[in-house]
């Protein structure tokens, strides 16, 4: 079965430094596509970034960055130059291909940065 | 565009009681989800409609949980009666139609409380 898994419960960067939040995913489907949403305290959940499971380059958007390892199963976010507004819970989720119908997302348990000044 | 409308943003009730969610997808999109986010943890669905026919229902607690999309625009999703542990951030999400990343489109959520 699918399944996303976020290891860190909890991250803290200095400000404009970089930080890698971690994910890791299981899937049988060869096509998918993984997500990256960020949630601030207000609480709507905000899309950062994807990557699908047959591009060849890591996805960037800004100071985001996916660092897609496929044999690893693993789509870990890169924050570059981190800000006071970055502070957030941060999830990693899947959508499955064919098998999945393409329209269902799931999501992993989160990890909340806290980004010092 | 407006993004996805939710009301009520934040809902105290005392347990047994009822109560209603609404959303408002974005314009043309004819995918529409409601997710369950309990504290500290990552949404979970519990069901999605294409246009107005529930396509995945499976985790919808169908007991008390029940959820419309008249005309396959907005959606309402109902609790009777509420539980203590229905406390959560109720999420609607849409998606358009058309062949895209798959990206959903989340609404600020509805809070509920039961006391």
């Known amino acids: 079965a699918q399944k996303i898994t976020q290891t860190q419960p909890g991250m803290f960067v200095q400000e404009k430094e970089a930080v890698t939040l971690d994910c890791t995913y299981d899937?049988?489907?060869?096509?998918?596509?993984l997500f990256w949403y960020k949630q601030p305290s207000s609480g709507e959940m905000i899309f950062l970034i994807y990557q699908g499971s047959y591009d060849q380059q890591n996805a960037t958007e800004g100071r985001y960055s996916l660092n897609f390892q496929k044999a690893r199963k693993s789509a870990n976010l890169v924050i570059s130059a981190s800000q006071l507004g970055d502070s957030a819970m941060y999830f990693c989720a899947m959508r499955e291909g064919l098998s999945g119908g393409y329209n269902k997302l799931i999501f992993g348990a989160g990890t909340r940065l806290a980004v010092h000044p | 565009e407006a993004g996805v409308v939710q009301s009520p943003r934040y809902k105290i009730i005392e347990k047994k009681q009822p109560v209603a969610f609404w959303c408002n997808p974005i314009?043309?999109?004819?995918?529409l989800y409601w997710y369950l986010q309990n504290l500290g943890q990552g949404p979970e669905l519990l069901i999605r409609?294409?246009?107005?026919?529930?396509?995945?229902d499976s985790q919808l607690p169908k007991d008390r949980f029940s959820a419309e999309r008249l005309k396959g625009v907005d959606s309402t999703l109902k609790i009777q009666p509420a539980e203590l542990g229905d406390s959560a951030v109720y999420l609607c999400?849409?998606?358009?139609?058309?062949?895209?990343?798959?990206?959903?489109?989340f609404g600020e959520g509805s809070r509920l409380t039961v006391l």
């Open positions: 899937t049988s489907d060869p096509s998918y596509g």
């Open positions: 999400a849409s998606k358009p139609g058309r062949v895209n990343t798959g990206e959903l489109f």
């Open positions: 314009s043309g999109h004819n995918t």
């Open positions: 409609y294409e246009n107005e026919e529930a396509v995945d």
